[in-house]
């Protein structure tokens, strides 16, 4: 468990949310427009997208601890090269390297986990891996502005490489696999493929994909050249965001055990809804009212996703499954932050794609209440 919270840290979550942070002194220093900084960020996405199916049909094949130490590696040289690239082209694909990265990792190491874990300890156990980004959120909220006031950009990319290369080396040495999961026999893609269920749950991750990328990807950019929020103050939200996250997991998961699956997925999308619109309000009290529900809801439904998806496929089509769900949210990362910028630059604001955001999350939450109950519970 702590090999897989340490990839899910350093190769999905600091590259994730540090990219926000680093946003304004990117534009600034590059004179991006908004649309290309959200291209970079969709780029990102795209690499997520790709790398979030074929990582888990390749962790099918090969096992997941060798694909989620290929995913670091692949995703810490990207980082790095995203610290010296000489122009816009050099950053935009050594960002879509590492979504390249980032996408094997979560449905991986969410197989993984439930190789080990039996199902009464399974929400716990998601909870705790997923919450690594509430972690990332919070780190990169506090050290992104405390590393800018000093130095750049391209720095920021460096330090989060060499984080990059102590995940690589504390998953090589923790990661191991259970050997019960791969029993010798053919592979029944149609357990994962041919389900209707398992796609009822994975279209839902598309919703709060997009939302959630639009939330984040321009959150600084917005706070700080719209709202007139210094990059400190936006630094402070985002690592308030963070604090909120850590045990939302966790905390999701003891609630869908509760009230069902489908009605805390509702839920969910209900808080993400009304967490987008306060950050458009006008009223400044509410910008952190708005970062601390977003922040709550953060790793909620990749937790009960996983849960609903899980027990639906056979054991050894776990990683399998989970990347069908992240790769239907990653879809939503890759459409929110293009169409969110274009339309801020048509716009020449970012308020109107923060309100459409808040109304894709409410079609989820609706879709939500309809969702097919899983085989058992969290």
Known sequence: MAGCIAAQFAGVGLPRYAYPMLLPTMRADMGLSYFESGLVATGNFVGFMLAAFGGGVIAVRIGPRRTILAALVLGTVAMLASGVAPDYIGVLVAQTVVGLGAGAIPPTVIGLASQWIGVERRGLVFGAVLSAMGLALL?????????????????????????????LVAGFVTLRESPVAYALGPVNWRAVYGAWR??????????????????????????????????????????????????????????ADRIGLGRAAGLIFATQTLAIALLVAPAPGLMLVSTLLFGFTLMGYQVIAGAAITPLVPPRLAPAGQSLSVLMFAVGQAIG??????????????????????????????????????????
């Not at 590393?147 to 330090?159: K, N, Q, T, Y």
């Not at 109107?352 to 085989?375: E, I, M, N, R, T």
């Open 198 to 255: 398992v796609w009822y749950w994975c279209l839902l991750g598309l919703a709060t994909g997009a939302s959630n990328a639009v939330y984040t990807t321009f959150f600084a950019a917005w706070l700080v050249g719209e709202r007139g929020v210094s990059v400190a103050t936006a630094g402070q939200l985002w690592a308030a965001a963070g604090v909120a996250s850590v045990a939302s997991g966790v905390t999701w998961g003891a609630l």
């Open 139 to 167: 780190v990169t909220g506090v050290s992104m502005p405390a590393l800018l006031a000093v130095a750049g950009w391209r720095e920021g990319w460096l330090a989060l490489g060499g984080v990059g290369v102590l995940a």
């Open 337 to 378: 932050p293009a169409v969110a910028g274009r339309a801020a630059d048509l716009l020449g604001t970012l308020g109107p794609s923060y309100l459409g955001a808040a109304a894709v999350a409410l079609v989820g939450a609706l879709a939500a209440l309809g969702a097919p109950k899983a085989a058992a519970k969290l």
